[in-house]
């Protein structure tokens, strides 16, 4: 009993000492952090590297006029809308880089890209949205992608797009579209009916032969 009382009143003294060692030296202690802590601090770095790779990639970059900040929240587009977004679709640009088609142009003679439809193509008179000005185009994307009737717009263009791509593209096998010497002046009207019933009713093309 005495051995027991003496071996715990030596631990009690060890303990004070500690103590006062801690008060005037001071002690460092490394303390772990709670696990969600750890959690939170690798996701951080987690995401900024991939930050940091997603702004200086080379690919994506169309998509990354939309989308500037890595997030992990899931993006909901509809298929029309990443067709829109990714260029990746039935557009000449897109079908020529693949050399899926002989030209990258669209029947009206401007390069075939997203943006082409959306903005000034005379096929896709009826989706039109406003041109953005080439530094705010990133903005455009973003602000077309926010809003719903803009991005109702993009899904029937592109609907549109793919049940007429024939008639969307500059071929060359077609002498009169040839890009070299565009002889012809096409012209296509779809009447207001089309819109609502998303059907083609009336395509003019009229053809001026020059010598
Ligand atoms: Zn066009």
Request: hydrophobic share 35%; net charge positive.
């Amino acid at each position: 009993m005495l051995l027991k009382a003496r071996r715990v009143n030596r631990g009690n003294e060890e303990a004070d000492t500690l103590a006062k060692k801690a008060i005037t030296e001071g002690v460092v202690m490394k303390v772990l952090n709670p696990r969600c802590e750890l959690k939170q601090h690798l996701q951080e770095l987690f995401l900024k590297k991939w930050q940091n790779l997603w702004d200086n990639g080379n690919t994506g970059r169309s998509v990354h006029k939309v989308l500037k900040t890595v997030n992990l929240k899931p993006v909901f587009w509809t298929r029309e809308e990443i067709m829109f977004v990714t260029g990746h679709g039935p557009f000449p640009s897109f079908l020529n880089r693949f050399h899926l088609s002989d030209s990258d142009s669209c029947a009206c003679g401007e390069v075939g890209e997203p943006i082409h439809y959306a903005t000034s193509c005379p096929l896709t008179l009826s989706w039109h949205i406003r041109t953005p000005s080439t530094s705010l185009e990133s903005l455009w994307y973003q602000r077309v992608l926010e809003n719903p009737n803009s991005r109702k717009r993009i899904i029937n263009m592109i609907k549109f797009i793919i049940d007429n791509e024939n008639i969307m593209r500059l071929s060359t096998h077609l002498p009169l579209y040839n890009k070299s010497s565009l002889s012809c002046i096409q012209y296509t009207e779809y009447t207001k009916s089309f819109r609502s019933q998303k059907s083609l009713i009336v395509i003019f093309l009229f053809l001026v032969f020059h010598n």
